[in-house]
């Protein structure tokens, strides 16, 4: 790989990660200090822009995501995406030291194989770009089946026990997140590019909805549980996969194709989805042991 990889992409890949996985530590502990609102809320913004440590936590999300941008243009989606996804094991690190405990052996292990699974998964499909502009015909009739997704996971967040409500709301955050990465990519293939033109297009509108509703939909995933990072991981596998999908079907991207390379990318999509299960049923273990924890200090 070219110098400017290992150099510039590499070190930026990681250093938002970092930025990213301390982001949502701020955020998840910052919801945790002002009432409780009902998904969709944007009250809860409100609330949240009122603490210090939130506003230095959207400071924290936007360098790391002009470290993406740095990352994205010195170094390929393969490289990038995989060391992106560490944000999560910066989250755990970060909370550790926070709260002055050990990391747990167990979320490390659902955390690290949730991201090396997708990582694995990145670099096996290894995802290459298709057209510039959507592919008009599937825009509409996808777009309002993602919709579905997210109103059916607001549906079984309303109805699922209280401790498993970060999964759809964190799949819902996933879900918007994914669309808006997918409607940027379309705006950013603008050309001449320019405001003027920018503001004629309708994702530019459609993003300014989607965004702002997926960020606040991530407070409310972090707001349910008591550790973020079940929520942190949901977000951080699903976002790409969620993008990447909608490469696939609305600028024709491609992934490797034949018996290894699919059987590869199966494989490590069950490697995936098996990190975030033992994640979120050890994160519910720890989650009442701090509880007790808490409960017994106060007696």
């Known amino acids: 790989m070219a110098p400017a990889v290992w150099f510039v992409g590499v070190p930026a890949a990681v250093g938002a990660a970092a930025s990213f996985g301390g982001a949502g530590l701020l955020q998840h502990h910052a919801t945790h200090r002002v009432p409780e609102r009902e998904p969709m809320n944007a009250a809860l913004l409100r609330d949240l822009l009122s603490l210090p440590a939130f506003r230095f936590s959207l400071l924290a999300a936007v360098v790391g995501f002009a470290l993406q941008v740095v990352a994205l243009h010195a170094a390929p989606l393969p490289v990038v995406q995989p060391l992106l ?17 050990p990391m747990d052996s167990g979320l490390v292990t659902g955390a690290a194989l949730a991201v ?7 670099l ?13 015909a599937v825009v509409l009739p996808l777009g309002v089946g993602l919709a579905g997704l997210v109103l ?15 999964l759809p709301l964190a799949a819902a955050t996933a879900v918007c997140y994914g669309i808006t990465a997918a409607l940027v990519r379309s705006l950013t293939s603008i050309s001449p590019m320019s405001v003027a033109a920018v503001v004629q297009h309708w994702q530019l509108y459609a993003v300014a909805v989607v965004g702002p509703l997926g960020f606040l939909l991530n407070q409310n995933a972090f707001q349910e549980g ?17 993008s990447i999908s909608l490469g696939i079907a609305w600028f024709d991207d491609t992934l490797r194709s034949g018996a290894w390379p699919v059987l590869g990318e199966v494989a490590t999509l069950a490697v995936m989805a098996g990190g975030i299960v033992l994640l979120t049923a050890r994160a519910q273990q720890v989650a009442e042991a701090i509880r007790l924890q ?6």
Not at 124 to 136: I, K, L, N, R, T
Not at 229 to 241: C, Y
Not at 294 to 299: D, M, P, S, V
């Open 152 to 166: 059916a996971a607001l549906w079984a967040a309303a109805r699922v026990p209280r401790r498993l409500r970060p």
């Open 124 to 136: 096996v499909a290894s995802p290459s770009a298709g057209s510039a502009s959507m592919s008009g």
């Open 226 to 242: 008591r550790l973020g990072s079940v929520a942190v991981a949901v977000i951080t596998v699903g976002d790409p996969l969620v």
């Open 294 to 299: 808490a409960k017994g200090r106060r007696r």
């Open 116 to 122: 090396a699974g997708l990582a694995g998964f990145l």
């Open 85 to 101: 996804v560490t944000g999560v094991m910066f989250y755990l690190g970060y909370a550790a030291l926070l709260l002055h405990r």
